[in-house]
């Protein structure tokens, strides 16, 4: 992945262009005051991003809307569900509004 896509964030960035331009995973590991290991990790799981910014599994929905999709479904009220998320009803009745806007906009 390009060191200047967008989808990437400041860190992982910083050690792509750091790499890009010949710097060794030592230098930069002491640049980032963590281990050479670390700079490793993220050139490598910066590589794993979807370049279209969408999902790699293809999943419309994040877990939380999926949950309180779910249990809505099962009859569970908003303010039953509340304490659960350590949210307020409203909170997951907007949740659950544009969880139901995902799915049929696609």
């Known amino acids: 992945m390009d060191a200047r896509s967008p989808q990437l964030r400041p860190r992982e960035r910083r050690v792509l262009s750091l790499s890009e331009a010949g710097v060794d995973d030592t230098e930069i590991a002491r640049?980032?005051?963590r281990s050479p290991e670390w700079v490793a990790k993220v050139r490598s799981l910066a590589t794993?991003?979807?370049?279209?910014?969408?999902s790699v599994r293809g999943d419309v929905l994040r877990p939380l809307?999926?949950?309180v999709l779910r249990w809505r479904g099962e009859g569970a009220s908003h303010e039953a569900m509340a304490p659960r998320f350590r949210r307020s009803p409203?909170?997951?009745a907007r949740v659950e509004h544009l969880a139901l806007y995902k799915?049929?906009?696609?």
């Open 90 to 92: 409203a909170f997951l």
């Open 48 to 54: 794993l991003r979807d370049p279209h910014g969408t």
């Open 31 to 33: 640049r980032f005051q």
């Open 65 to 67: 809307e999926r949950r």
């Open 103 to 106: 799915l049929h906009s696609d």
